[in-house]
């Protein structure tokens, strides 16, 4: 099978061989890759261009692409000839074989219908108020004068807002366990040399409790318990089930009327966990980086609040605002989160920026290549939130949510909370930025975080 688009069959007639690339073994690329990726990126751009062939180990060979023309090729080509799942192994240790990150085919479709709706539409309406509620409660307690780190913050916010989403609740011995549990698990992996067990898989043994590896899988035992403990709890409840997404899991059948099993649920709640809250909290200490960094942005945003009142107004109003909106997507444009859309295993040859990429390669879009390229966004290291207000971008332009059918199903979801968190911590609290230096983004398990996390320090209430 080979599917081409008219355009590129035009342009790639002629085409044959690999695009160029870095000469040095796997496992140079790999520790370069690991340890600093925007480095590593950067640099290979400059050499090679738009399209460049990497060697990653543990990793089929892989084609990374940063043009526009070729990401919407990938985005828009016909699903089956790619599988994702299979090249998203990297998080099988994290979510389980039956996460919707892993699936492909059939089962990948049927499971993001089941997980899409409670994310959107009417459901965010009731989350408005969780996120709101759950802010007020984290912020309550900082007083004039007191550091926190924003990174730690907004994972305590964004962390029990998911879990009100996925169990329905958030109180209770069960949910403050399983909240720990989570922290500790991902913590494991919270420095780019711990990370590094991630994408290493002969690191990936049991060398005792106190071996990072070790670590990891005691503390992944100890949250496995707790959801199973969960799911049991839930499937034998006399009280009808509610409208979070356990719930709708439990209820769900599949075309032969068989409901999930309790690992397919367990693997599911994990990546929803896993998927839903790192990310959001990662965008959120960056958005409050830059406010802060940038006194000119601090007080155009200051500006644009002052003019509702944050406290009552609608969660929709509030999410509507342009300038607050334009910061947003600014912070995930100079920072992505996710570096990379997941990676596509092709299927059948491709033909690609007038390459013949043959069936069982990688292509990997890179979000943070395109999203600083200049000729799409002038000054394209500085932050400019104004660039989302003068024009709008194409979808492969700016993504990341990545695209097509692998597209984040917590997209809205997440500028959503960014958006009301933001709104309350800012209109309630004046802060100073504790850093000395810029701050650059780190590895943290699978995202690119700010190093140390965005220290602040409360200046007063407002
Ligand atoms: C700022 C926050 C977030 C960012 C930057 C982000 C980014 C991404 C990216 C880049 C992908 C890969 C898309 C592709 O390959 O085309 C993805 C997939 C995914 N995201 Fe997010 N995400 C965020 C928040 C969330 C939230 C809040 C949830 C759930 C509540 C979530 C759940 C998922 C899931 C389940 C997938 C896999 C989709 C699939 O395989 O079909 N994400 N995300």
């Not at 389980?96 to 309406?125: E, I, W």
């Not at 992944?220 to 318990?225: N, S, T, V």
């Not at 009808?240 to 075309?255: M, Q, V």
């Not at 983004?441 to 996390?453: F, N, Y």
Request: with cysteine; aromatic share 10%; glycine share 6%.
């Amino acid at each position: 099978m080979t599917i081409l688009t008219e355009n590129s069959q035009t342009q790639n007639s002629t085409a044959s061989k690999l695009p160029d690339g870095p000469k040095e073994g796997k496992f140079i690329q790999t520790v370069k890759g690991i340890l600093n990726p925007l480095d590593y990126l950067e640099k290979k751009h400059q050499q090679y261009g738009d399209i460049f062939t990497s060697q990653f180990s543990n990793f089929p060979t892989q084609v990374i692409i940063s043009n526009p023309q070729a990401i919407q090729e990938v985005f828009t080509a016909d699903s089956k000839l790619f599988q994702s799942g299979r090249g998203n192994q990297i998080a099988l240790p994290l979510v389980g074989s039956n996460s919707l990150l892993l699936l492909d085919g059939d089962r990948h479709l049927q499971q993001r219908k089941l997980l899409m709706p409670p994310l959107h539409g009417d459901r965010m309406k009731a989350y408005g108020q969780i996120i709101r509620d759950t802010t007020e409660k984290v912020i309550n307690n900082w007083t004039t004068g007191s550091l926190f780190i924003a990174q730690e913050s907004m994972q305590e916010i964004s962390l029990e807002v998911i879990l009100h989403a996925v169990f329905g609740l958030s109180e209770g011995e069960r949910y403050q366990q399983i909240q720990q549990a989570i922290v500790n698990m991902l913590n494991v992996f919270s420095n780019p040399l711990s990370a590094t067990f991630l994408f290493v898989k002969s690191l990936q043994k049991d060398l005792g409790a106190w071996s990072p590896w070790g670590r990891f899988l005691r503390h992944r035992q100890r949250l496995d318990e707790l959801l199973y403990q969960e799911i049991r709890d839930r499937k034998t409840q006399s009280e009808p089930l509610g409208e979070d997404i356990l719930s709708l899991l439990i209820s769900a059948r599949d075309e032969a009327g068989e409901p999930m099993s309790d690992v397919e649920l367990r693997d599911e709640l994990m990546t929803m966990l896993f998927a839903g809250h790192e990310t959001t909290a990662t965008a959120l200490a960056w958005a409050l980086y830059w406010i802060h960094y940038l006194p000119e942005v601090q007080e155009k945003l200051q500006q644009e609040l002052s003019s509702i009142d944050v406290e009552n107004a609608d969660a929709m109003e509030i999410a509507k605002l342009p300038y607050l909106n334009a910061i947003c997507s600014e912070t995930l444009r100079i920072y992505p989160v996710i570096f990379f859309a997941f990676p596509r295993i092709l299927q059948a040859p491709m033909q690609l920026m007038g390459y013949n990429i043959p069936q069982g390669m990688m292509i990997s879009s890179c979000i943070y290549l395109v999203h600083h390229r200049p000729d799409i966004y002038p000054e394209p290291k500085q932050f400019k939130p104004e660039r989302f207000l003068e024009r709008q971008f194409s979808p492969y332009e700016y993504f990341p949510f990545g695209g097509g059918n692998r597209r984040c199903i917590g997209a809205a979801f997440a500028m959503f909370e960014m958006k009301l968190v933001l709104a309350k911590v800012l209109s309630r609290y004046s802060f100073e930025l504790a850093e000395s230096r810029p701050v650059l983004p780190v590895r943290r398990g699978l995202t690119m975080a700010p190093a140390g996390g965005v220290r602040l320090r409360v200046k007063g209430k407002r």
